[in-house]
């Protein structure tokens, strides 16, 4: 795994740490708050006027029933209370992180959000917490456009070199001895985020090689190829038994057990360029 200190290079000027903004804080804020209702959440969400209005335009689209949503309370009941946390979330880090010409960012952003709703029905069975799970998932990724504004050449490289689901960030190793992962992970220790999920980002390029092994991990470098598989036209489970084999034998995942759980790509990502338009 990377060092921590190898990447200390792309952080030494401030600038290039995105902040972690104040509605995504007060989201993971309430993962384990249990009684945190509609009302609480919509307030939230409205503190920010762009996030607000993203999940307004959210709530109207085909996928949600069609007719727009008149204000943030009618679009918070229409999608419920874990649909609009998770939706205000991604809204919310997508804003924190600079948009890079060479990648589209509302595929880049679909991409993070399939990933983080694999990652949440994968984590329980791998033993790992579902909406830690998810904000890693949101957030795995997201290094990436920091590596992008920093080496645009790498990105370029990279992105026309990957010919197969999960291996984006082995590439950027090769190249760099930096995976886009590694600098998630550190966004994630700056971000005062759990060390478990600091851990997981880190240890999701190399999910085997991780000591002690991270179920989060695991959960990560999946979902994560699963989106690829998904956004290049693959069999998401053809492609986990080609690619990740060995991870899914440590694992014990059965190939019919992923085909019946793994939720499929329309399910997460439709209507979505709403939130990153």
Not at 101 to 124: M, N, Q, S, Y
Not at 143 to 166: D, H, W
Not at 215 to 228: Q, R, Y
Request: hydrophobic share 50%; net charge negative.
């Amino acid at each position: 795994m990377t060092s921590m200190g190898g990447i200390e290079r792309f952080f030494l000027c401030n600038s290039n740490l995105p902040a972690m903004p104040e509605v995504a804080r007060q989201v993971v804020a309430c993962f384990d708050d249990a009684a945190v209702d509609l009302a609480t959440l919509g307030q939230i969400a409205g503190r920010d006027p762009e996030v607000a209005a993203r999940i307004v335009r959210f709530a109207g689209t085909p996928a949600r029933g069609g007719f727009a949503a008149a204000s943030l309370p009618e679009a918070a009941a229409r999608l419920g209370a874990q649909s609009l946390r998770d939706h205000v979330l991604a809204a919310s880090i997508a804003s924190a992180f600079p948009h890079v010409p060479d990648l589209e960012p509302i595929a880049f952003w679909k991409h993070c959000l399939a990933t983080a709703g694999t990652a949440r029905v994968l984590a329980p069975a791998l033993g790992a917490d579902a909406d830690g799970a998810y904000l890693a998932g949101l957030l795995v990724r997201a290094g990436q456009l920091l590596l992008a504004r920093m080496l645009p050449q790498v990105l370029q490289s990279v992105e026309s070199s990957l010919q197969e689901p999960g291996g984006r960030a082995r590439l950027e190793r090769l190249a760099i001895g930096t995976a886009h992962a590694d600098m998630s992970a550190e966004v994630a220790r700056r971000w005062r985020l759990p060390q478990r999920l600091v851990d997981g980002l880190a240890g999701s390029v190399e999910p085997l090689e991780a000591t002690p092994f991270s179920p989060l991990a695991a959960a990560l470098d999946l979902a994560g190829t699963v989106s690829d598989a998904a956004q290049l036209g693959v069999d998401p489970v053809l492609a986990l038994a080609s690619v990740r084999a060995p991870l899914l034998r440590r694992l014990q995942l059965e190939e019919s057990w992923l085909r019946e759980r793994l939720p499929s790509w329309g399910s997460l990502t439709d209507g979505s360029e709403a939130l990153f338009a």
